[in-house]
């Protein structure tokens, strides 16, 4: 038997250095509450407890629309962090990979909103003081920000991002004209994962007179007629200044957190990892590699033992010559758990966290474990290589117009079409294989972990690159054989 071991890159997880380091900082504790398993009673547990914030974020805002509109801005406003953490996103000063930051955000019981608002960084003390009349403040909000790209080349990276959001800020520009190709195409892409909280923020106030202001708010609120963003609240900004960050802080605490489901058994979504040693580490020293993403369902505690699948992909020729493909589960143990700098117990869903694990980090660096998902072993999802999507198609390209600006039709999908697919926080490559109506069988070329009825976006190749065109739900799939 031969045997292959295949690694699925994903998009833009190129040889990209980040300039961010690991464990470099001492462990965060002062004036944090602490975790104590006898908190994770399923009935009282909930992610709006100050016990369970004063660590943890539990609740993911991502940013986005199109480029260079102040997403990232806005969030080192909020939360004084720099997203954009590696070498080739500060050279060009654009945001290519999924950007992460947490803030807290305090209200004082006695000033009025919204200056009563204030965000700080996650290690803010529990005890915090109102900067106007010094009264203590009570914790709202711990906010885990997803900073997406805004280029159109990285409409991928942005579906991966989307796919652990709670609700979004969709940046405008105020000096550009309404609306730009990648609005169109993340609000749409938002529509698909019928993320229901949208704040739109209209930012770059301060460099356009009021009147120009007024008219583009007028065509932003005409246009999210038609959308799921309809009641959308659009607050005037200015990043750079924080004019109006604390309006927007009032909002983010007004995002209702969804119901989390703390009896399942766990599942977590990997959005990055990574290798944390150094060059020449002593072999004594290495450390094994590290996962991050979100606990969708369950709790995650220390120490638990736990099942990443899909795992590795392998390619075997059997017996009779044929090529088959099998995966294989890694298993381990969450041997830490935190939350930027601050250690955990245990994690409830919402909020991004690092997953500390024995597993080798070669197959941990450059994202190589994104679009897998972490549980308990024996709990998680079939691995498919092959699925049946019931899907819908758009009637038009969004963002995207012809030589003679007239917008381009979505033709029908067509058997042996190339297509690029979005399931959780996996993209990979697929062909059709197979189409009866409203159903469509795609050979995926990376397997997915996944349930009946996720969630998916479809893209397809136009003018060199990935435009999103449909989206659907997976109705079946060919199970992948696991071995151990």
Sequence with gaps: VTVSVLYWSPVMAENDIADFEIGGEPEVTEGLSTQSYADLDPEKLSPLLQPIMSRQATINIGTIGHVAHGKSTVVKAISDVRTMQYHKEAVMNLTIHLG????????????????????????????????????????????????????????????????????ALLLVAANETFPQPQTLEHLKAVEIMRLQSVIVLQNKIDLVKGAVAEEQYASIRSYLKNTSAMNSPIVPISAQLKYNIDVVLDYICHVPVPRRRFDLPLRMIVVRSFDVNKPGEDVAKLAGGVAGGSVLEGVLKLGAEIEVRPGLRMRTTNANGETVLECRPIRSRAKTLSSEKISLLYAIPGGLIGVGTNIDPALTRQNKLVGNLIGKPGTLPDVFAEIEIEYSLFAQLVGVKSANQKAVK???????????INVGSLTTGGVVSAIAGSIVRVRLM???????????????????????????????????????
């Design 100 to 167: 992460y930051a947490n803030a807290k955000i305090f209200k004082c019981p006695k000033c009025e909103a919204p200056d009563c608002f204030a965000a700080y960084g996650s290690k803010q003390p529990d005890t915090t003081m109102c900067k106007h009349c010094d009264s203590p403040m009570k914790l709202e909000r711990h906010v885990s920000f997803v900073d997406c790209p805004g280029h159109d080349i990285l409409m991928a990276t942005m579906l991966n991002g989307a796919a652990i959001m709670d609700g």
């Design 410 to 420: 979505i033709v029908k999908l067509s058997e042996g079409e190339a297509l690029q």
């Design 446 to 484: 990376s397997p997915v972990c996944a349930k009946p009825q996720t969630s998916v976006a479809i893209s397809r190749r136009f003018e060199n690159h990935w435009r999103l065109i449909g989206w659907g739900r997976i109705t079946l799939g060919v199970p992948v054989p696991l071995v151990a």
